[in-house]
Each structure stands twice: as structure tokens, then as C-alpha cells.
């Protein structure tokens, strides 16, 4: 097994560095970031420049296998709520044995693309009819054994989902795998725990959003949690769509982000999933609590969610991730393509992201990602440092689009120009090899074992 590597270039928390050797222990863990050295003899040389592994901040695995499947024009007009439905109505059917077939394929994706791990927002906790399975973390299991088996790092955070709306209304049928109290909750973190800690995974909570669960219930949860974990995450989705903000107004006469910001104590140990909608106020409060906005560009452009203020957020020095989310869209080159792409579009600018301090664009788009999404998932995976877990991507410099380029633009091309996962060469999670030219050791059995879900579940 490889504990060291060489690589000509590699991208620090610093910035891009030359002749570098990466070691690291049996853990996976770096215990050697050396800059200027010459190649050793026997250890692994790199391919191309070294990035270091994306993690993918917002994922609702099951929702692999419907997209693409929601692109049809379904009523007048279409919106997030028409599709949620058709969501809802695939989310009704899925098995235990087919979520996890959908898992494994989207993770090899995922690493295949160069995302090192993922927070799974996980909802779907009970049985088709709404029972709860002998077993409360049966389909939680299966995404813990999908991480396992792929080699992806996992941040679980079991969904808390109590109501359909502001004002604690009551669920709706469609939402009935969904509904655990926070006793339930609770024991179900409990029992999570130790296979999570066994398997270097991270358990944090995720409060739906304002609309799922009532206020005493958040207060009481959070406690929980925090007795359970002080430092564990805690995502939420948070005004992605105008209906959310107008409702919650109506509701308590403030925006979701305020009365969230008022009611909670949200710290650097949040993530606020999309935030798209916020105002001069939120968006300063927010950025200064030290949560993590969770941006998932392809799919808030895949639900027609809005656009979020970038230059706004980073102005009061916000962190900010992505997350792949419904998974439209399975790589982080693309998802910070659009994030970009949506900026220059909005501003009528180029090249919104960079600073004066990073003029590249593409480097602060994958560093400022990297650390909102390490800070986001509760691991250690803040990138190529020493005590940093071993997660990197080694893309290929013989590939047309970057052959020849400093190593500056051939991440820019890597974003910009090529068809981005393509020049992919290889991935490490944890100091092991999961992807070789390309491709992970699954690809073909997952690939398989998805479709015949897919097809199962498009049939009855
Ligand atoms: C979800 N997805 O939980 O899968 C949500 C839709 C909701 C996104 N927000 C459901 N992208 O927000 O009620
Ligand atoms: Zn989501």
C-alpha cells in the first residue's frame, strides 16, 4: 500500500507548490506536506498537478436516480413544488436494497468527479407505508456500507421532519417515511453513533427546514444533540424559494434566515443549505455567525430556486461549500462552473469570484469551496496539510485540455474548458487509491446494480 506520493505541482491552502512529497500514516492521515524536494526513488510519482478532494456538502442520495427524469413540461407552469411532487412520488416507492444500489453508483460518481466525501441529508427513515422498519437505521445503513464499500468520507445527518409546514401543520401523507419525533431521533443517533466513529464517518443533525419542524422541537433536538455531540453538524435548508420566505413572514413576521439567526444559536457548526433568499441584513448576519452557506448551483438552476449573492457573502467574509444536492449534476468542476456562470450572468461581469488577493478564479472557487465544505462536514479534510486527512485528486497533465499549461491554468481548464471530469486522473480518500485512470474499482457492477434499481422502481 502507498503511504507517500510526489507530485510536481499541488495546490496548498496556500497556494500552488512545486516538487512536492505527500505522506502519510496507516490512518490515512498527512504527516508530510515537503515543498522542493527531488522525486525519492520508489515512491509514487503523480500524474499531473494535485488538487485537494472536493467534499460534497448537500446530498439526497436517493434523488440520483430521478434526475433527468423530471424534464418535461408536467402543468402550466412548472416550479420547485411541481417537482417536489414528482420527488415525493418516486420517494414513496424506494427499498432499502434499491437505495443502497443508488448510493454506491453515486458515490463512485462522486469520486470519480473528485468529491472525497459527503454529507448525506438523509430523510427517508421509515417503511413505504410509514412504519418504522424493525431495524431504525435500516436505510441509514445502507448509505453508511455505500460509503464503506466506495471509499468516500461520510458526514451522516439523519433528517428531523415533523411538519408540512410554518406553524407546525400536520404532515402529509406523502411525507409519512419521513416523521420521527425527537425521542425517535435521539435514539436513532444514539445507536448510529459507534459505526459511525468505527468507520471514520461523522453523525450531525439536519433539521429539515423552519417549514418541517416546529420551534419547541428545534430547541429541544439541538439540545439533544448537543449533549449527544457538542461540536456536531447541523444542516438546514433555508430559503431556497420565495414561497418559504413570504410563508414564514406570514408566520412570524420575520424571514426564515432572521428568525432562525433569533431563535437559534447558529455558529460555525451550521450549514444554511441554499440561503438563497436573504436580504442586506441576513446575508451580513448570517456570513458573521461562522455558518456555512450551502450552495448547490446546478440544482437551485435545475428547480428555478433564485440566485444567491456571492460577491455580497464573500464581502462579509461567509463560508461557503457545494453540494450536489438532487445530483442533476455529479462534479464539483460543474457545480462551481454555475456557480460562476450564474454571477456573470446576474452582474453582466467576468471573473466574480476572483479577488484581489486570488485573481484566479478557478482557485477561489476550489479553495473557498474546500474550506466551507471541510468546515461543513465536521472532518478533517481541510485539504494538503499536515494532520489534514489524505484526500486528493491527481489530474491528468497529458490530457488535451491542460497538456502543457501552468498548473494555475490547468485547473481553470479543468473547470472551464474541458468536459470536466474527464481529466480526472486519479482519487485518493483516506491515503487509498479509490479512482485509477478515471475510474473506480465499481464502476461497472454499480452502474449495473443502479439501472435495475431504476428500472424497478419506474415499473410498479
Ligand atoms: C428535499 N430538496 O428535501 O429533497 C428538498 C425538497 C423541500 C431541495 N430543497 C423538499 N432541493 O424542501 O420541502
Ligand atoms: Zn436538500
Not at 425 to 452: E, M
Amino acid at each position: 500500500m502507498h503511504t507517500a506520493l510526489f507530485a510536481e505541482h499541488a495546490l496548498l491552502p496556500s497556494g500552488w507548490a512545486r516538487d512536492l512529497l505527500l505522506q502519510w500514516d496507516g490512518a490515512g492521515r498527512l504527516t508530510g506536506v515537503q515543498t522542493g524536494v527531488s522525486a525519492p526513488a520508489g515512491v509514487a510519482r503523480a500524474r499531473g498537478p494535485v488538487l485537494p478532494g472536493m467534499p460534497n456538502l448537500h446530498s439526497h442520495a436517493f434523488q440520483r436516480a430521478l434526475s433527468g427524469l423530471t424534464e418535461y413540461r408536467d402543468q402550466a407552469q412548472d416550479n420547485f413544488w411541481s417537482w417536489r411532487s414528482l420527488m415525493y412520488r418516486f420517494a414513496a416507492r424506494l427499498s432499502p436494497e434499491q437505495l443502497e444500489a443508488i448510493a454506491t453508483w453515486l458515490y463512485v460518481q462522486m469520486l470519480e468527479a473528485g468529491y472525497t466525501s459527503v454529507c448525506e441529508f438523509h430523510y427517508l427513515h421509515h417503511d413505504t407505508d410509514g412504519r418504522p422498519y424493525a431495524d431504525d437505521a435500516t436505510l441509514a445503513q445502507g448509505l453508511l456500507r455505500a460509503a464503506q464499500n466506495t471509499g468516500i468520507g461520510m458526514t451522516l445527518l439523519p433528517v428531523l421532519y415533523q411538519s408540512s409546514g410554518f406553524g407546525g401543520t400536520p404532515p402529509h401523507a406523502e411525507q409519512r417515511r419521513f416523521i420521527l419525533s425527537n425521542e425517535h431521533m435521539l435514539r436513532l443517533l444514539q445507536q448510529l453513533q459507534p459505526q459511525c466513529l468505527a468507520q471514520h464517518a461523522r453523525l450531525g443533525l439536519a433539521p429539515h427546514s423552519l417549514r418541517a419542524v416546529p420551534p419547541d422541537s428545534l430547541r429541544e433536538a439541538l439540545a439533544g444533540l448537543a449533549a449527544l455531540d457538542a461540536s456536531a453538524p447541523v444542516h438546514i435548508h433555508i430559503a431556497e424559494q420565495t414561497a418559504e420566505v413570504e410563508a414564514c413572514l406570514a408566520w412570524s413576521g420575520q424571514r426564515p434566515v432572521q428568525w432562525l439567526l433569533e431563535h437559534a444559536e447558529v455558529n460555525a457548526h451550521w450549514c444554511l443549505v441554499h440561503a438563497t433568499h436573504m436580504d442586506a441584513g441576513e446575508y451580513q448576519q448570517a456570513a458573521r455567525s461562522g455558518a456555512v452557506a450551502g450552495l448547490c448551483p446546478t440544482t437551485e438552476a435545475n428547480l428555478g430556486d433564485g440566485i444567491f449573492d456571492f460577491p455580497l457573502w464573500r464581502a462579509h467574509g461567509g463560508a461557503w461549500g457545494v453540494g450536489s444536492d438532487s445530483h442533476i449534476c455529479v462534479d464539483p468542476a460543474e457545480d462551481l462552473l454555475m456557480l460562476e456562470y450564474s454571477q456573470r450572468l446576474a452582474r453582466r461581469q467576468r471573473n466574480v469570484a476572483a479577488d484581489a488577493n486570488q485573481p484566479q478564479v478557478a482557485e477561489a472557487l476550489w479553495l473557498g469551496a474546500l474550506a466551507g465544505g471541510a468546515q461543513a462536514s465536521g472532518r478533517p479534510i481541510q485539504g494538503l496539510a499536515v494532520g489534514q486527512q489524505a484526500d486528493f485528486v491527481v489530474l491528468d497533465a497529458q490530457h488535451v485540455a491542460l497538456q502543457d499549461l501552468p498548473p494555475s491554468q490547468m485547473l481553470a481548464s479543468h473547470l472551464f474548458a474541458s468536459s470536466r471530469s474527464s481529466t480526472v486522473a486519479s482519487v485518493w480518500c483516506a491515503g487509498r487509491q479509490r479512482v485509477q485512470a478515471g475510474r473506480h474499482a465499481l464502476h461497472d457492477s454499480a452502474a449495473r446494480a443502479f439501472t435495475l434499481a431504476r428500472q424497478q422502481l419506474l415499473k410498479d
